[in-house]
């Protein structure tokens, strides 16, 4: 069992139309958890990190985590052709920080 | 500077020939990642800096692996006698914090291609 799980996509939704990933992981110690979009041949850039049980909102991205489920996703209200991309889940735990394999995103006009 | 800067951008190797890339973290940034990501893959630990210090090697996949930082800012990942397995884009990442992460900020990559 991968220690950080995404499932690989891809996932397509239509423009304006609200996009779901999720990611599971294994280490219940972990400490905090971070979303990084990709675009082709571009490197990670970190787009959300959440610690707490709950919700985080930023403009149109929002994290949940729940940490007994071991359990965080990502949502994006209102996708825009432009999100279109591989979103990587980390999961952090004493200088250790472990990545998903991706979700590839597609957004359709 | 700015960013994360690291070179070079792309680089081919022959089989068996030894590399060397290179990161430039943002000024004052404490603590140093490599990471190395496959083509469809998320990136892989590789090794950890802290300042001068390397903390943490274990995700080095061979002893053909090897990273310095020697004065607390620019790294340097050498990779000798490269085998095709290594083939891969190299991520650098710094963070301003020691300890708890906030978040990594990540260079452009080194797609390093072995032929």
Same mark, same amino acid.
């Given at each position: 069992?991968?220690?950080?799980?995404?499932?690989? &996509?891809?996932?397509?939704?239509?423009?304006?139309?609200?996009?779901?990933?999720?990611?599971?992981?294994?280490?219940?110690?972990?400490?905090?958890?971070?979303?990084?979009?990709?675009?082709?041949?571009?490197?990670? /850039?970190?787009?959300?990190?959440?610690?707490?049980?709950?919700?985080?909102?930023?403009?149109?991205?929002?994290?949940?985590?729940?940490?007994? $489920?071991?359990?965080? $996703?990502?949502?994006?209200?209102?996708?825009?052709?432009?999100?279109?991309?591989?979103?990587?889940?980390?999961?952090?735990?004493?200088?250790?920080?472990?990545?998903?394999? &991706?979700? !590839?995103?597609? =957004?359709?006009? | 500077?700015?960013? =994360?800067?690291?070179?070079?951008?792309?680089? =081919?190797?022959?089989?068996?020939?030894?590399?060397?890339?290179?990161?430039?973290?943002?000024?004052?940034?404490?603590?140093?990642?490599?990471?190395?990501?496959?083509?469809?893959?998320?990136? /892989?630990?590789?090794?950890?800096?802290?300042? /001068?210090?390397?903390?943490?090697?274990?995700?080095?996949?061979?002893?053909?692996?090897?990273?310095?930082?020697?004065?607390?800012?620019?790294?340097?990942?050498?990779?000798?006698?490269?085998?095709?397995?290594?083939?891969? =884009?190299?991520?650098?990442?710094?963070?301003?914090? /020691? &300890?708890?992460?906030?978040?990594?900020?990540?260079?452009?990559?080194? !797609?390093?291609?072995?032929?």
């Amino acid at each position: 069992q991968k220690e950080v799980e995404q499932n690989s &996509g891809p996932l397509s939704v239509p423009e304006g139309a609200i996009a779901s990933l999720n990611c599971t992981y294994s280490d219940r110690g972990s400490q905090s958890f971070f979303w990084y979009r990709q675009y082709s041949g571009k490197s990670p /850039e970190l787009i959300m990190f959440i610690y707490s049980n709950g919700d985080k909102e930023d403009g149109r991205f929002t994290a949940q985590l729940n940490k007994a $489920s071991q359990y965080v $996703s990502l949502l994006i209200r209102d996708s825009q052709p432009s999100d279109s991309a591989t979103y990587l889940c980390a999961v952090y735990n004493n200088n250790d920080m472990r990545f998903g394999a &991706g979700t !590839r995103l597609t =957004v359709k006009p | 500077g700015a960013g =994360v800067s690291q070179s070079p951008r792309y680089k =081919v190797a022959k089989r068996g020939q030894d590399v060397a890339l290179r990161c430039d973290p943002i000024s004052g940034h404490v603590s140093l990642f490599w990471y190395q990501q496959a083509l469809g893959q998320g990136p /892989e630990f590789l090794t950890y800096f802290q300042n /001068e210090a390397q903390l943490d090697k274990s995700g080095l996949p061979s002893d053909r692996f090897f990273a310095e930082r020697p004065e607390g800012s620019v790294s340097t990942l050498k990779i000798q006698r490269t085998q095709q397995e290594d083939s891969a =884009v190299y991520l650098c990442a710094s963070s301003l914090y /020691e &300890g708890l992460s906030y978040g990594y900020t990540f260079g452009s990559g080194t !797609r390093l291609t072995v032929v």
